[in-house]
């Protein structure tokens, strides 16, 4: 079946960077884009960005561009997060989801999403 | 303006059929599709509808949504015990050039 799972919590110290990562498997990684999607706790979902295993393409939300980074390799279909310059507003439960296009992020659903990674930023 | 607006709490009893409102602009419901997400308590997001009314499989048909102009709403009839969650609307934001997604809406179940 289609699923997607993270890797395991993570904390940091303020400043620092952390990269998570999303294993994909039941579905040909190329055919789909990866989002990504982060929780604050006891707050909504704010996305983050959108990224296509096909062409590298990615798609930031506008205040995280400078700091984030969405990779994926596609030997592993294995997506990549990575966030730098780490604040205390950066701890939150960071999902991957399975965007229905690797062409645009427009206009697309997230199903299904993976287990989420929780990241503490705290010194 | 890029913001989708949901009241934060709704309720109802079992049986009772609940309606949650997600209130944009034309930069995202007025142009875009919206998608609905049910979260459990402690758990992964999960996709109840995509643009604006198509149930994906396994989705029952007690959940239903509906597009005007600016604005959507997610109805949940039959209300359920299994239903307490929290749900939220999402859509492309044309002005943001990104997602959005509503505040959220509780769902409790008297």
């Known amino acids: 079946q289609v699923q997607l799972v993270q890797s395991g919590a993570e904390v940091k110290k303020p400043g620092a960077s952390v990269k998570v990562s999303c294993k994909a498997s039941g579905y040909t990684f190329t055919n789909y884009g990866v989002t990504w999607v982060r929780q604050a706790p006891g707050q909504g979902l704010e996305w983050m960005g959108w990224?296509?295993?096909?062409?590298?393409?990615?798609r930031y939300a506008r205040h995280l561009q400078g700091r984030v980074t969405m990779t994926t390799d596609t030997s592993t279909t294995t997506a990549y997060l990575e966030l730098k310059s780490l604040k205390s507003d950066d701890t939150a439960v960071y999902y991957c989801?399975?965007?229905?296009?690797?062409?645009?992020?427009?206009?697309?659903?997230?199903?299904?999403w993976g287990q989420g990674t929780l990241v503490t930023v705290s010194s | 303006q890029s913001v989708l607006t949901q009241p934060p709490s709704a309720s109802g009893t079992p049986g009772q059929r609940v309606t949650i409102s997600c209130s944009g602009s034309?930069?995202?419901?007025?142009?875009?599709?919206v998608q609905w997400y049910q979260q459990l308590p402690g758990t992964a997001p999960k996709l109840l509808i995509y643009?604006?009314?198509q149930r994906p499989s396994g989705v029952p048909d007690r959940f239903s949504g509906s597009k005007s102009v600016t604005s959507a709403s997610l109805a949940i009839s039959g209300l359920r015990s299994e239903d307490e969650a929290d749900y939220y609307c999402?859509?492309?934001?044309?002005?943001?050039?990104?997602?959005?997604f509503g505040g959220g809406t509780k769902v409790t179940v008297l």
């Open positions: 643009r604006n009314d």
């Open positions: 989801a399975r965007d229905e296009s690797e062409v645009t992020p427009r206009g697309n659903w997230f199903d299904p």
């Open positions: 990224i296509s295993p096909y062409s590298g393409h990615t």
């Open positions: 034309s930069s995202n419901i007025g142009t875009n599709t």
């Open positions: 999402e859509a492309w934001d044309d002005s943001l050039n990104g997602r959005l």
